[in-house]
C-alpha cells in the first residue's frame, strides 16, 4: 500500500494571525510550522505501517505552498514519511479552497496512492474543507473525522466521531481520509530522524509538472472572493461584584443572582 499524507506549512501558533488588508489574504510572514493536526494524518499512517495488518510499501508527504514550505515537509519526513513532493508555482498564490483541492488532487493523480490521509483542519485557513474537494476532483470516497483506522486488504474500516456519537464506517480504497485529533497522540521525532529528514529525496513540482490548467488556479480560477474584512466586535467591559468584607453573603447571594438571571445556573 502507497500512502500520501497531505501537510502544509502555517504561521507558528505563538504568532498573531492577521490579515493583509491590501490582498485580503492571511499575512504568513514570521514563523512558520507544521500544521499540528497534519501530525496526527502522518502518524496514522505509521501506526498502519507498524500495525502489521497490511503492508505499507511508501509513505509520501505532499504539500502545496512557498518555497518555505519545504521546512513543513522535512519535519513530515522527520515523523516518519519516506519523501516529500512539493508543489510550487507562483500560479498557484490567491488560490481558494476549491483551486487549492484541485491542484492537490493533481499533484496526488501523479502519485497514485492508496490512501489519501490528512489533517482535520489546518491551523491558519481553518476551511476543514480540503479532503472532501481532493477526494471530488479524484471520485474517491472521503470521511472525515476519524477516530479509528482498521486496514484489512483494500478495505478500511474507519470510526467516525459525530455531533451524535460515533459512525463505523467501511470504505475501499482507495480513499480520502481525514483524521481527527482525537485519533492518536504524535510521535516526537527523534535526533537521528531529525538529521536524517535533509537527506531524504525531495521532489518540487511545478504546475505545468501535473498538467494544471492555469484557469483553475490562483486569484482568477478561485470561486472565492474575499470582499471585506471587520476587526471582531470589542468585548464589552465586564461587571465587578465588589467583596464586601462585612457581608460575605451578601456578595455571594448578588454573584448567584447575577449568574440566575443568565441561566447560567
Ligand atoms: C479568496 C481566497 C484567496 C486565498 N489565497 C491564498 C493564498 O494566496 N495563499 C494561501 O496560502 N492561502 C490562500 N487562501 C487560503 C487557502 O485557500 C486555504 O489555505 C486552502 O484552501 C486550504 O484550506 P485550509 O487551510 O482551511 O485547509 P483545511 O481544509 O482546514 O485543511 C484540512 C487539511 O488539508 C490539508 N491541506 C490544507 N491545505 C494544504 C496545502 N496547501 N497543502 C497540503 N495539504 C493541505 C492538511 O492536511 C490540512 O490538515 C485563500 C483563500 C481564499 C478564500
Redesign the pocket.
Known amino acids: 500500500m502507497k500512502i500520501a499524507v497531505?501537510?502544509?506549512e502555517v504561521p507558528d501558533a505563538a504568532v498573531e494571525k492577521r490579515i493583509d488588508p491590501a490582498s485580503k489574504?492571511?499575512d504568513?510572514s514570521g514563523e512558520k510550522n507544521l500544521?499540528p493536526?497534519?501530525t496526527h494524518?502522518i502518524e496514522a499512517a505509521m501506526q498502519l505501517r507498524e500495525g502489521g495488518a497490511v503492508q505499507v510499501d511508501e509513505i509520501v508527504a505532499?504539500?502545496?505552498?512557498p518555497d518555505s514550505s519545504k521546512s513543513a515537509l522535512t519535519k513530515a519526513v522527520s515523523l516518519g514519511a519516506d519523501r516529500s513532493v512539493q508543489l510550487t508555482d507562483d500560479a498557484l498564490?490567491?488560490?481558494?479552497?476549491n483551486a487549492?483541492g484541485y491542484a492537490?488532487a493533481k499533484v496526488l493523480e501523479s502519485e497514485s496512492p492508496d490512501l489519501i490521509l490528512?489533517?482535520?483542519?489546518?491551523d491558519?485557513?481553518?476551511?476543514?474543507?480540503?479532503?472532501a474537494v481532493v477526494a471530488d476532483h479524484l471520485k474517491m470516497p472521503s470521511l472525515t473525522q476519524v477516530i479509528k483506522l482498521d486496514a484489512s486488504g483494500d478495505t478500511l474500516t474507519c470510526e467516525r466521531q459525530a455531533e451524535y456519537g460515533y459512525d463505523t464506517v467501511k470504505v475501499t480504497l482507495p480513499a480520502v481520509i481525514?483524521v481527527g485529533d482525537a485519533i492518536n497522540e504524535p510521535r516526537y521525532p527523534s535526533l537521528k530522524a531529525i538529521m536524517g529528514a535533509k537527506k531524504k529525496p525531495l521532489e518540487t513540482k511545478s504546475a505545468g509538472d501535473v498538467g494544471i490548467e492555469a484557469g483553475k488556479v490562483g486569484e482568477a480560477g478561485?470561486k472565492?472572493?474575499?470582499l471585506g474584512l471587520n476587526p471582531p466586535p470589542a468585548k464589552a467591559g465586564g461587571e465587578l461584584i465588589a467583596d464586601a468584607d462585612d457581608d460575605i453573603d451578601g456578595t455571594v447571594s448578588k454573584i448567584v443572582s447575577w449568574l440566575d438571571e443568565r441561566k447560567l445556573i
Open positions: 497531505l501537510v502544509k489574504r492571511l504568513r500544521n493536526f497534519d494524518a505532499v504539500t502545496m505552498g498564490a490567491g488560490s481558494d479552497v487549492t492537490l490528512l489533517g482535520q483542519q489546518s491558519d485557513g481553518e476551511c476543514y474543507a480540503v479532503g481525514s478561485s472565492t472572493e474575499v
